[in-house]
Nanobody, 119 residues
């Protein structure tokens, strides 16, 4: 059974940093894409970044570029999202997700972790 467990969220002042972790288990993720999404109350879920598990190719939303970095540690089966220069508008619930690289829809989701950025 696939499990994605996020951690690392919390309260931080504007301009600060947080590193989110997503511990993945239950299968081999070679050939998968691991993504981070976020959703604030009353808003749509937005793509933040993704990384291909095997080759480490990354893609970012425009709002994430230059501030966020996605990475993975194959040995630990963990994906990270380093978030720097945080802004109040980054306040959201952040989710880790996984999908096979040959499909577009994510089929595994974590329970999420709250990130709150105070001004």
């Amino acid at each position: 059974q696939v499990q994605l467990v996020e951690s690392g969220g919390g309260l931080v002042q504007a301009g600060g940093s947080l590193r989110l972790s997503c511990a993945a288990s239950g299968r081999t993720f070679s050939g998968y894409v691991m993504g981070w999404f976020r959703q604030a109350p009353g808003k749509d879920r937005d793509f933040v970044a993704h990384i291909t598990w095997s080759s480490g190719i990354t893609r970012y939303a425009d709002s994430s570029k230059g501030r966020f970095t996605i990475s993975r540690d194959n040995a630990k089966n963990t994906v990270y999202l380093q978030m720097n220069s945080l802004k109040p508008e980054d306040t959201s619930f952040y989710y880790c997700a996984a999908r096979p690289a040959f499909v577009t829809q994510y089929n595994y989701w974590g329970q999420g972790t709250q990130v709150t950025v105070s001004s």
